[in-house]
């Protein structure tokens, strides 16, 4: 997964506004407040709450 450190500072779960950090063994990126895990495929970020999973 190649997700620059400055986007990844701009991004937010859309759930709860809460920053993600990245889970890079996994390609995913979890929300450090509501616990929402996004994947992320071919190194884009998909940040849509329905395709989230939950922990």
Known sequence: MKID???LEILACP???????AET?????????CGLVY???DDIPVLLV??????
């Open 15 to 21: 759930a709860c506004k809460a920053p993600l950090r």
């Open 50 to 55: 329905d395709e989230a999973r939950k922990p």
């Open 39 to 41: 994947p992320v495929r």
């Open 25 to 33: 063994e996994a390609d995913e990126l979890a929300c450090t407040g």
């Open 5 to 7: 450190d400055w986007l």
